[in-house]
């Protein structure tokens, strides 16, 4: 049995998918039937855009190949720490932000008739989703993450560019 995934929306690429609550069950899945190898289709080269939290799918995709079993919560939190550093908080923070008021606009789009209940490619989160003060939030959580790197003293400028950048 060969194990095909879908890490992205396709006709959205650079909208929030978050598939990450249903990863360990469907791995789960897979190595209960003899699941032997694994395919997905995702974006991470960036020509189009980039799944949000690109680096951390691709870690927990990986991780929960080798052990279906694993917590999730548990990979989320290492991965932040090992790629966030002093930002880590922050980023989760702003992770688990996304994914909170994100599920609450999929949710209100399902009651509104906007989607049906299955994964539809033409709904966008645009300005009538994205309102301007949950931008402001997502902004300041982002600017506590930024001024912890930059005011860190354990850094040089290299690695401050290099977390600034991810």
Not at 39 to 66: C, D, H, M, P, T
Not at 111 to 121: A, E, P, R, V, W
Request: net charge negative; proline share 2%.
């Amino acid at each position: 049995i060969i194990g095909y995934m879908y890490g992205n929306n396709f006709g959205t690429m650079a909208e929030w998918f978050d598939d990450f609550s249903s990863l360990p069950a469907n791995y789960q899945f897979y190595a209960s039937n003899g699941n032997a190898e694994w395919a997905f289709s995702e974006n991470s080269s960036g020509i189009k855009g980039s799944v949000s939290f690109q680096a951390l799918r691709s870690y927990v995709y990986s991780k929960l190949q080798w052990n279906p079993y694993l917590d999730l919560d548990d990979l989320i939190d290492d991965f932040m720490h090992s790629y966030y550093k002093v930002a880590a908080p922050y980023l989760k923070e702003y992770f688990e932000y996304c994914r909170m008021y994100y599920a609450s606009k999929m949710h209100d789009a399902e009651i509104s008739g906007l989607l049906d209940g299955k994964m539809n490619t033409t709904f966008v989160f645009g300005s009538t989703v994205n309102d301007y003060n949950t931008v402001l939030q997502m902004g300041n959580i982002l600017s506590k993450a930024l001024k912890a790197i930059e005011n860190s003293s354990i850094y040089t400028e290299y690695e401050k560019t290099k977390l600034i950048n991810r």
